[in-house]
């Protein structure tokens, strides 16, 4: 079990460096054709390369301190399978509360899911991330009243259940989709 984890983590390894070559490989064709946006694509990776190594090793410590310190049952019992609607509101003020860049959540989201969080609580807790914050429901407040706020808050709620909701069924229909072919293969080898 451990050898077969080991060979997936190279594997996954693997895949990630070919994609970063060919990234790569990608970036200095499209400098050669196009020199004069060098300077822009060199500063702007610079900038977000500074800011990734500001914020990601503080994501790290806490997803290790979450990790240890939030027992499996909790999470099971306020974002999986059998949490309903109570799951659904902790997903997105979840979400709607802290303010930052989309990728410093996903590992939150890995372990989430690893701990037993059901899908569709992990889509709309990245999607209450994306498309809900507290600060920014305030400016809309403040700059186009509280009709368009409410109007878009409610509206971004209501989607992004649905689309949760969606992504977990058609994630479950993948499965099953996985599981008949695989048995198939198993009985022709019989």
């Known amino acids: 079990m451990k050898e077969n984890m080991k060979e997936k983590q190279k594997k996954g390894m693997i895949r990630d460096v070919i994609i970063l070559g060919i990234t790569l490989i990608?970036?200095?064709i499209l400098l050669s054709i196009f020199p004069d946006?060098?300077?822009?694509v060199t500063t702007t990776s610079r900038d977000f390369f500074i800011e990734m190594i500001w914020i990601l090793p503080?994501?790290?410590v806490l997803m290790g301190l979450f990790a240890v310190w939030v027992p499996k049952e909790v999470i099971v019992k306020y974002l999986?399978?059998?949490s309903g609607i109570k799951g659904?509101?902790?997903a997105i003020l979840f979400g709607a509360l802290p303010t930052g860049p989309l990728y410093i959540v996903f590992p939150m989201a890995a372990a989430l899911i690893k701990k037993?969080?059901?899908v569709s609580n992990i889509i709309i807790f990245l999607s209450a991330w994306a498309?809900?914050?507290i600060p920014q429901e305030m400016v809309e407040l403040r700059?186009?009243?509280?009709?368009?706020m409410l109007a878009r808050l409610i509206l971004t709620i209501i989607f992004v259940i649905i689309m949760g909701v969606f992504i977990e069924q058609l994630m479950k229909w993948s499965d099953k989709k996985v599981n008949k072919v695989t048995e198939g293969k198993d009985n022709a080898d019989v």
């Open 88 to 90: 659904i509101s902790l």
């Open 37 to 40: 946006k060098r300077e822009v």
């Open 143 to 148: 700059f186009l009243g509280l009709k368009f």
């Open 80 to 82: 999986g399978k059998t």
């Open 58 to 60: 503080g994501v790290m």
């Open 116 to 118: 037993g969080a059901r």
């Open 131 to 133: 498309c809900i914050k």
């Open 26 to 28: 990608i970036m200095v």
